[in-house]
């Protein structure tokens, strides 16, 4: 591994501006990394090799503008996200041949910005998983031990980051698809609030779920990238329209002496790995001996949070991807004799069994008799969710739990158990439903497993800024973990 690639994105962008690495010197080291470690991860599905060092050729001749704050960093972004001339394919069958004309809100912010796109990170298919497993096309592996699942549904996005690929990634985070393989990769993940970056070019699950956020190895350069990406875009109904705050130069504005830390009762309960629980009780231990105060707090409707967050996110799910037809957008099944033939082939042979059966499931709990029982009192319960949050919230500067109950699994372990797979996202999909921010980061390895264990800081709405600054205090505390050799 280069010297380059093991450098944060902090220390590239200000070893770019001062011109001790070209862009194309950067790129080549990234790209170099790519072909190393690519047979052992499969974090990508694309690399646009061309593309990547045409930009940075482009950037040297221009030179470094210090008003560009990604100047020359190149970056990877979720296959979810559109990027213009660049195939897009959500890792399924159906986009397989899919080029979009335009590019994102945040993938054309990340332009604007100066970054370099690398290529486009695996996925779960439709982001419909916990383990990028799902994807039509590959299943990435744990740069931390390659035996081991990524977490998903941004597995390639927290992979890529991990195993030095790149400086950041983008991915969605629909019920913790940020979070979760951050924390089993070991790196560092935002979900921020709903509404504060733009969804426009995010091929969607749940609409009223979905968020953009950063994979970073640092805090410091989540702050940055979260900077870039935020802000209002009138295309994008759900944008919210208040300013964007400059995120890194406030990291100290709430010093962790002093802090306030919620820590929900229900999260540290049955379900929890013994290895899991021990480091996240270590991490508070720890964080008190430094000045921040620990406060008992309740979420009453933790436990009917699984079941609300499937029913609303089935249901859009099952909505969002109807459009997917064989005529309007998708694969079209070749040699059909009728209309119904064409969309039963298309749909059959486009979509994998998660897919599916998240459709069905959908389809269902909105059918007509079914509305009320199910779709309607999860919307019910949501807003009980987010109100207990928001009490709790009062109490505290932020909340402080586990993000998965496990440390990485075994690839292939829950293949065939989607009940036990749906119950990795416990500890993160409530955020969703509350549209709250979290911040996930690693706290810790397992006494068991050696591998990483993450905790998230959960804020009030808007206060990305408390929260990445309680999370660059924690840091100190629990220093990010090596680039792993590979």
């Known amino acids: 591994m280069s010297d380059i690639t093991s450098l944060s994105l902090t220390q590239i962008a200000e070893a770019l501006q001062r011109k001790t690495y070209s862009a194309v010197e950067v790129t080549t080291s990234c790209l170099a990394r790519i072909d190393a470690t690519e047979p052992k991860i499969a974090a990508l599905l ?22 560009r704050p990604l100047w020359g960093v190149p970056v990877t972004v979720k296959d979810a996200l559109s990027t213009k001339g660049l195939r897009t394919t959500a890792a399924s069958h159906i986009l397989d041949n899919y080029i979009p004309y335009y590019d994102a809100f945040v993938v054309q912010k990340l332009r604007e910005a100066g970054a370099i796109i690398l290529g486009k990170a695996n996925m779960d298919e439709f982001a419909m998983g916990s383990t990028t497993e799902n994807s039509a096309y590959k299943t990435t592996h744990n740069p ?26 983008l991915g969605t985070d629909t019920g913790g698809s940020i979070r979760q393989p951050a924390a089993l990769c070991g790196c560092v993940g935002l979900k921020p609030t709903y509404g504060r970056v ?24 989540c702050a940055h990238m979260l900077a870039v990406i935020a802000g ?32 929900p009762a229900e999260f540290f309960g049955n379900g929890l790995a013994p290895e899991v629980q021990t480091a996240c009780h270590k991490a508070m231990d720890a964080a008190a001996t430094q000045g921040a105060e620990l ?37 079209r099944a070749a040699h059909c004799t009728n209309l119904e033939e064409l969309y039963v082939r298309s749909r059959s042979e486009g979509f994998g069994q998660e897919v599916k059966r998240r459709i069905m499931l959908g389809a269902y709990v909105l059918s007509s008799g079914y509305y009320d029982a199910y779709y309607r009192k ?36 829950h293949a065939d158990d989607p009940l036990q797979m749906y119950l990795m996202d416990a500890y993160t999909l ?57």
């Open 430 to 486: 409530s955020l969703n439903l509350a549209g709250l921010p979290g911040l996930s980061m690693p706290v810790g390895l397992g006494q068991e497993s050696g591998l990483p264990v993450g905790m998230q800081l959960i804020g009030k709405p808007f206060a990305e800024t408390e929260l990445l600054s309680l999370g660059h205090d924690l840091e100190y505390i629990f220093p990010p973990l090596a680039v792993p050799t590979l």
């Open 378 to 413: 999860a919307a019910q319960v949501r807003r009980l969710i987010r109100d207990e949050y928001l009490a709790a919230l009062d109490h505290c500067d932020a909340l402080w739990a586990p993000v998965s109950p496990v440390t990485a699994w075994d690839l292939g372990s």
């Open 232 to 263: 209002h875009d009138k295309r994008d109904a759900t944008s919210d329209p208040r300013p964007v705050p400059d995120y890194a130069a406030s990291l100290n504005i709430r010093p962790l002496k002093g802090a306030r830390l919620g820590i």
């Open 144 to 169: 931390r031990d390659t035996r081991k699942a990524p977490g998903g549904s941004s597995g390639g996005s927290a992979a890529s980051v991990t195993a030095g690929q790149c400086f950041a990634s």
């Open 198 to 221: 733009s969804r426009y070019g995010v091929i969607a699950y749940g609409s009223s779920l979905d968020q953009v956020g950063p994979l970073t190895r640092t805090v410091n350069d």
């Open 46 to 67: 694309t690399v646009d090799r061309e593309g990547a060092l045409a930009t940075a050729q482009a950037l040297d001749e221009q030179g470094p503008d210090p008003a």
């Open 295 to 331: 406060v008992d707090v309740h979420l009453p409707h933790t436990d009917a949070a699984i079941a609300t967050y499937y029913i609303i996110a089935m249901a859009e799910a099952s909505s969002n991807l109807a459009r997917y037809d064989g005529v309007r957008y998708g694969q």
